[in-house]
């Protein structure tokens, strides 16, 4: 059973001494609001104060720019976290208490949802009060810190797994905003998968015999090849009705998609040459993946032989399914409890009542859910997570992490972010609510510090008590069928020379001759729809 021992005691304290300096860290990762593949700015000020703290840091790792790797201390024990900072394209909005796009860019830029600001900044200060509590007591061990963006689209983790960057580690803490308080104890995410699609009109001019058409030279009237956004377009309506006769409908897959590029051609008569469409989707059995895989396969080269392009495909990502650790779990739990529930304050619950007031309800005294000011056992929410799932389903929805799992016993720590409580049942609120509560140091606060020392708590047991890590390892070990390499182990499924995908056209900031701009230009009026139909 841990005990809040004089180090633990100092870790929660510094913390609470910087509580203003980690306040404000979130503030500045939240309002760079920077999407999946483009976290420029984000993961450079990481980078910086990584460096400042005395941690060597390896910038762009696997050929990923807005990755990271760094590392401080020596010797073991080795444990590791990561911060994300990734935000969501058509999520703009002001940190105030009605919708509220943000200003100077198109209404549909991208913003914090999850948050990943509150998440990296979560886990930065619970691994930097370790370190100060290493120092402070001359432990000797060591902190790994790694930056993992692009998590929107599971597209980090899995390339530094497969380039060996979570190798020789001994202890993982994975962590994310949620409702509550707890520690997954048996359902970790599912698998993601992801691959984009290309389509291009390589021989446009051999789409019809010439020798049909009499008058020559007049392109604007001749029939034109159908060319690649028709291709895309076929490939989205067969995989449309394909997907019903993917795998049956038991247990919890998606499949979804994503146009980057279409029909990018201003001379209507002239096939378009290019196009990509990019499939996401989770399942919680690798053969399911596979199976949904073949199928687009299938469909890309038929949209292709039907309009004249060739299909080309381009793996974005492929996770494992994640691999539990009750040990941890329960360690970390145990840790949650000495730190004590998170609790909002008055200044968080009038903001979340001016948002009631705005929406038209009689605002709460305590807005916020219950869950979220209460620690929640992991069998609980064990228990309250599988009332909708299969019997056969041991995994669930999908989130990169689960490639941590499978190089060192991992935890997964859940800590609470603000959600507004429905005020009934079939009612639930728009986004930007949640998304406006992210940046409200008030809101968010008390669920990232009680992450944080969590975290500091538990990497410092992993650290002074070597029964807790032992524990740890001898599950893992048993539950790989040996440990890394093992019989029941799963290597990663992405190759080692992987070149990630960052060359693709993602949503990002631009700077034009207009000055900077969303990938979608900032338009006159409005979102620059135009008038309403
Ligand atoms: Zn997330």
Redesign the pocket.
Same mark, same amino acid.
């Given at each position: 059973m841990p005990e809040l021992t004089q180090h633990k005691r100092f870790a929660l304290e510094w913390i609470d001494e910087r509580a203003r300096r980690f306040s404000d860290w979130h503030m500045k990762i939240w309002n760079y609001h920077e999407p999946a593949w483009r976290e420029y700015k984000s993961a450079k000020a990481y980078c910086e104060l990584l460096r400042a703290e005395g941690f060597t840091v390896e910038e762009g790792s696997g050929g990923m720019p807005t990755a990271f790797a760094a590392s401080w201390g020596k010797g073991g024990p080795v444990l590791g976290s990561y911060a $994300?900072y990734d935000a969501v394209p058509g999520n703009s909005q002001q940190p105030v208490p009605y919708p509220a796009p943000r200003e100077g860019v198109h209404p549909w830029a991208a913003g914090h949802t999850?948050p990943?600001s509150q998440?990296g900044t979560t886990a930065l200060a619970g691994v930097l009060a370790t370190k100060a509590t290493m120092e402070k007591f001359n432990l000797e061990g060591t902190l790994k810190f790694f930056g993992e963006p692009a $998590?929107k689209v599971c597209g980090s983790k899995p390339v530094h797994a497969a380039k060996g960057y979570f190798d020789g580690a001994d202890a993982f803490i994975s962590y994310?905003p949620h409702f509550t308080n707890t520690a997954i104890l048996d359902t970790q995410c599912g698998s993601y998968w992801s691959a984009v699609f290309t389509f291009e009109t390589l021989e446009p001019e051999k789409w019809i015999d010439k020798s049909l058409v009499p008058t020559k030279h007049t392109s604007h009237a001749a029939a034109r090849c159908p060319g690649a956004i028709d291709a895309l377009c076929l490939m989205y309506t067969m995989t449309k009705y394909t997907k019903e006769a993917m795998f049956p409908h038991t247990g919890t897959w998606t499949l979804n998609e994503f146009v980057m590029v279409a029909g990018d051609a201003t001379s209507d008569n002239l096939p378009p040459r290019f196009s990509q469409i990019q499939y996401s989707w989770r399942a919680p059995v690798l053969g399911i993946q596979q199976q949904i895989y073949n199928v687009l396969a299938n469909n890309a080269r038929n949209a292709a032989a039907t309009t004249g392009c060739r299909a080309s495909v381009r793996w974005v990502t492929k996770t494992r399914v994640g691999l539990t650790n009750h040990a941890l779990a329960n360690l970390t739990f145990e840790n949650m409890k000495l730190v004590g529930a998170p609790k909002f304050d008055d200044e968080a619950r009038k903001f979340g009542r001016d948002i009631q007031k705005n929406l038209g309800f009689e605002p709460m005294d305590s807005p916020f859910l219950d869950d979220a000011e209460r620690l929640m056992p992991p069998q609980e929410y064990e228990t309250y997570l599988r009332r909708a799932l299969p019997e056969w389903q041991l995994n669930y929805t999908s989130?990169d992490y689960v490639d941590y799992t499978w190089h060192a016993p991992t935890v997964r720590v859940l800590s609470m972010r603000p959600r507004l409580k429905p005020p009934n049942d079939s009612y639930e609120y728009p986004a930007w609510v949640n998304n406006a509560m992210g940046g409200l140091p008030a809101a968010i606060n008390p669920g990232m510090f009680f992450g944080a020392k969590t975290i500091a708590a538990t990497l410092i047991d992993l650290l002074t008590v070597p029964e807790h890590l032992k524990r740890a390892q001898d599950e893992f070990k048993q539950r790989t069928g040996g440990g890394v390499g093992g019989s029941q182990w799963v290597a990663p499924l992405l190759p080692r020379d992987f070149d990630p995908p960052v060359d693709l056209r993602w949503p990002e900031y631009v700077e034009t001759v207009r000055g900077p701009e969303w990938w979608i230009p900032t338009p006159h009026a409005g979102s620059g729809a135009g008038d309403p139909l």
């Open positions: $994300e999850d990943h998440l $998590e994310h989130d």
